[in-house]
């Protein structure tokens, strides 16, 4: 029994490790301001993420399959090279604490070994994603601007206390964060297996377990580092500003999931910091740290297309010798 198992788990360890890279690089979007700003505590944080992130991509996570999957023609070899290559990538910006999206390494992946095999890409799906790259943290700042605004108007008005006002913040900064957790698996397990249900080697609803639990086990295990760099790096931010931020990436992501595309929660969060910047003032916004983010964006999609292409050329290669 555990052979057979084992056997049939190998196939998708590519798609193991994205999940587990993604959840130690994304974790950080969820519960890193918070965190940051002493709201929870990073051993609580992480393990509420695990717990939401997999009840998310069960709920919820079926509808990127078929952006994803249906991106371009995929086997069993090209799933797996376009997961190892996307996997691979992630980790690297990971360990360089560098905020990435997973989606840009999965589709950046895919493009590359599309344009090695010369297999036609789904062009309305393909400008479809590009346009959501676009809108993620465009609509996250917007969406953060507008929260904060609107919220700090209302508890002005209403919250004289500032203890109560500390405590309010507080209790809500956490439930922000579990819902953002549940949007994130939502909208994320897509980028994890769905290269494998697009080569019909698993059905989706066992795609939203196996992608869940090991975005999970990213989240649980090596997460450590990017939370520096949110909420940390980018802007001073504040317990109710944290909140603010948290709630307009959660917003967001689960906007996407609900259309079925696939986004980068890292986008997201960084549109929602700079939308917390633009209230404040650009100036309390670290603008070096954010280039090096976009830099790393761009990296991320080259990256992934390049190391897949010569993976798969290094494939063909030995197997015609």
């Not at 717990?51 to 079926?62: D, F, K, N, R, S």
């Not at 949110?230 to 917003?251: D, K």
Request: proline share 3%.
């Amino acid at each position: 029994m555990l052979p057979a198992f084992l056997k049939i788990t190998s196939k998708f360890l590519p798609s193991i490790y994205l999940g587990w890279s993604l959840g130690s690089n994304d974790a950080a979007n969820v519960f890193g301001p918070q965190v940051n700003s002493g709201i929870i505590r990073y051993r609580n944080a992480v393990t509420l993420s695990a717990i939401l992130i997999a009840v998310g991509a069960v709920m919820e996570g079926q509808r990127g399959f078929s952006t994803i999957g249906g991106l371009s023609a995929l086997s069993l070899l090209t799933a797996i090279i376009s997961t190892l290559s996307a996997a691979l990538i992630v980790s690297i910006m990971s360990y360089l604490g560098l905020p990435v999206s997973a989606t840009q390494a999965i589709v950046g992946s895919i493009i590359g070994l599309s344009l090695l095999k010369g297999t036609p890409v789904d062009y309305t799906k393909l400008i479809r994603i590009f346009t959501s790259w676009i809108l993620t943290p465009v609509g996250a700042a917007i969406i953060a601007f507008i929260l904060y605004k609107l919220l700090a108007l209302i508890w002005e008005k209403r919250t004289r206390n500032l203890i109560a006002f500390n405590f309010t913040v507080r209790i809500l900064s956490i439930f922000t964060g579990c819902y953002a957790a549940y949007s994130l698996g939502a909208n994320n397990v897509a980028n994890v297996t769905g290269a494998f249900v697009g080569a019909n080697m698993i059905s989706p609803f066992l795609a939203t377990i196996l992608g869940g639990l090991s975005i999970s086990a990213g989240v649980l295990t090596y997460s450590r580092n990017v939370m520096h760099t949110i909420g940390e790096n980018i802007t001073q931010l504040a317990p109710f500003s944290a909140l603010i931020v948290v709630m307009a990436e959660a917003i967001t992501l689960h906007i996407f999931a609900r259309i079925g595309v696939p986004v980068s929660s890292s986008q997201a969060v960084v549109g929602a910091v700079v939308g917390v910047g633009l209230v404040k003032g650009m100036r309390t916004v670290n603008r070096k740290t954010l280039i090096m983010i976009l830099a790393g964006w761009i990296l991320t999609l080259l990256g992934s297309a390049i190391l897949a292409y010569i993976m798969g050329w290094t494939v063909e290669f030995l197997s015609g010798i």
